[in-house]
T-cell receptor
Framework: GAGVSQSPSNKVTEKGKDVELRCDPI?????LYWYRQSLGQGLEFLIY????????KSGLPSDRFSAERTGGSVSTLTIQRTQQEDSAVYLC??????????FGPGTRLTVT | GENVEQHPSTLSVQEGDSAVIKCTYS??????FPWYKQELGKRPQLIID?????GEKKDQRIAVTLNKTAKHFSLHITETQPEDSAVYFC????????????FGGGTRLMVKP
């Protein structure tokens, strides 16, 4: 079946602009996660959605970052007033079991 | 919270040799330990995982071992091939905290033909 998809694949934006990144999880997966990977670095947890429960936002680096998940499926990560340090690859993952997470291809965000 | 340390950061081996990557974790409540392979410019791919109720798991040329007492786990790749060249990430999660994964810093494995 189809894997996790993300759009856009690349996004270049000017400092101070808002951006929206989209994630389509694997159909039927109840859990959805956002991670951030800076150039040559590891993966940093941002936010986690599980079913209809309140999201775990403990990894969001500032209040400029927010995310929502509509209808228990598609998720949008929004970064307001982007800064150059926001430049990274934003990865989405989904899971149907209690553990295994499958990643999307990521959105490469460049803030100029 | 959980902290995962991964070593080495880079590893170069000759084709056909074995490679071992080690990770330690801090939270004794962690009970699931996946390994991901990430090729340049691509998404992380789950290659093997282990739960805390077993000490070893093997899948063809890759194996993972877990020592819960010492809080460390390792990835073993035997008969390495050039296509094994990639960055490998270990991760850990305590199930009670949901599924968020805490990742190690990654190991760049280079297999020389």
């Amino acid at each position: 079946g189809a894997g996790v998809s993300q759009s856009p694949s690349n996004k270049v934006t000017e400092k101070g602009k808002d951006v929206e990144l989209r994630c389509d999880p694997i159909s039927g997966h109840t859990a959805l996660y956002w991670y951030r990977q800076s150039l040559g670095q590891g993966l940093e947890f941002l936010i986690y959605f599980q079913g209809n429960s309140a999201p775990d936002k403990s990894g969001l680096p500032s209040d400029r970052f927010s995310a929502e998940r509509t209808g228990g499926s598609v998720s949008t990560l929004t970064i307001q007033r982007t800064q150059q340090e926001d430049s990274a690859v934003y990865l989405c993952a989904s899971s149907s079991q209690y553990y295994e997470q499958y990643f999307g291809p990521g959105t490469r965000l460049t803030v100029t | 919270g959980e902290n995962v340390e991964q070593h080495p950061s880079t590893l170069s081996v000759q084709e056909g040799d074995s490679a071992v990557i080690k990770c330690t974790y801090s939270d004794s409540a962690s009970n699931y330990f996946p390994w991901y392979k990430q090729e340049l410019g691509k998404r992380p791919q789950l290659i093997i995982d282990i739960r805390s109720n077993v000490g070893e798991k093997k899948d063809q040329r890759i194996a993972v071992t877990l020592n819960k007492t010492a809080k460390h786990f390792s990835l073993h790749i035997t008969e390495t091939q050039p296509e094994d060249s990639a960055v490998y990430f270990c991760a850990a999660t305590p199930g009670w905290a949901g599924n968020m994964l805490t990742f190690g810093g990654g190991t760049r494995l280079m297999v020389k033909p």
